[in-house]
């Protein structure tokens, strides 16, 4: 087996974001896969799963905190990989090695997910005046499962518990 590191190739910009700094170092991989994402949606790029360092994730979370501390009406706009941890699965992952398989529940049934730590800090968000509006993707109630309140949740493809 090799122990060749192989990083993600690309701008500044295509690997951290606009406001990404040059110096930082390129993404991991951690996760290889020959197949496409989203093949059905047209998109060939493949599913491949790359990881920051721990300074430069950081450095990233210090930036995402001055922007939100900054925002006059911050919104948040989740999809499938916020629940992924709750047990859900999501329509992107194709690696067999996924990273997001670790520590993952198995649920009898989606219905029976609980919120992730991501829920609770957008909800602990919510309550402290940071986050003012939730646009989610999911179907899974999770967020109002973590105490979000449903007059500022979109849920724009429905939700299970409808």
């Not at 491949?48 to 210090?62: A, F, S, T």
């Not at 941890?85 to 049934?109: E, F, M, Q, W």
């Amino acid at each position: 087996m090799s122990t060749h590191k192989v990083y993600m190739e690309g701008s500044t910009q295509t690997m951290h974001g606009h406001l990404g700094k040059a110096e930082w170092q390129s993404p991991l991989l951690v996760a290889a896969s020959d197949e496409a994402s989203r093949p059905n949606h047209g998109n060939h790029i493949k599913a491949n799963e790359y990881m920051d360092d721990r300074y430069v994730l950081e450095q990233k979370v210090d930036l995402i905190v001055e922007l939100i501390k900054q925002a006059k009406c911050c919104t948040a706009y989740t999809g499938a990989g916020l629940s992924r941890a709750a047990g859900i699965a999501d329509y992107a992952t194709r690696a067999k090695n996924s990273v997001t398989a670790t520590g993952v529940p198995k649920l009898r049934s989606n219905l029976d997910a609980q919120p992730t730590v991501s829920h609770k800090i957008l909800t602990a968000m919510e309550k402290e005046g940071y986050l003012h509006h939730y646009v989610q993707q999911n179907h899974d109630g999770l967020p109002q499962k973590a105490g979000y309140p449903q007059s500022k949740l979109n849920e724009i493809h429905g939700a299970w518990f409808d």
